[in-house]
């Protein structure tokens, strides 16, 4: 049953538009993999730094609260006026070297807050900074013909 698999393969591949759709085909896989593998290694390097700068931020400010541990291992949970307060002061600190939206998204891994509540949790104007930063990467707001936010 094998060698009959093995001699059907052979015989695609002696066809020479087949063996260049093969070649196409293997050469597109391992370009696709080094590309996925390299932006993966790109990303978490960039997360890795963008956490490490979060919490040396945090814990030489006025948020230290929110990183100590109690005797019972819980943390304080972070209010709706400390998220926006915290967020604030981050986006001023690490706006120049980070997106908006890179900044969201490691706060509410940080503090471990799913990301719909912390949103819902931003002051209007945090919400259309993200919105308008998001549209300038994907353009959806033209697409969606949709002119005002609040």
């Keep these: 049953m094998k060698l009959l698999k093995f ?11 087949n063996s260049k759709r093969a070649i196409f ?6 370009f696709l993999s080094i590309f996925a593998f390299s932006a993966a290694t790109i990303s978490i390097f960039i997360e890795n730094k963008v956490s490490k700068l979060e919490f040396e931020h945090i814990e030489n400010s006025r948020f230290k609260k929110f990183n100590e541990i ?9 209010k709706k006026i400390d998220i926006n307060e915290v967020y604030g002061f981050m ?20 503090f471990n807050i799913p990301s719909n509540k912390f949103y819902n ?30």
């Design 91 to 110: 986006v001023d600190e690490l706006l120049k070297k980070y997106s908006r939206i890179d900044l969201f998204s490691e706060l509410c891994n940080y």
């Design 121 to 150: 949790s931003l002051s209007n104007v945090y919400k259309e900074d993200l919105i308008m930063e998001l549209d300038k990467k994907t353009g959806i707001l033209s697409k969606k013909n949709i002119n005002k936010l609040f």
């Design 70 to 78: 109690d005797e019972f291992t819980s943390v304080a949970r972070l």
């Design 25 to 30: 085909i293997i050469n597109l896989g391992i």
């Design 7 to 17: 001699s059907m393969l052979m015989n695609y591949f002696a066809i020479a538009k």
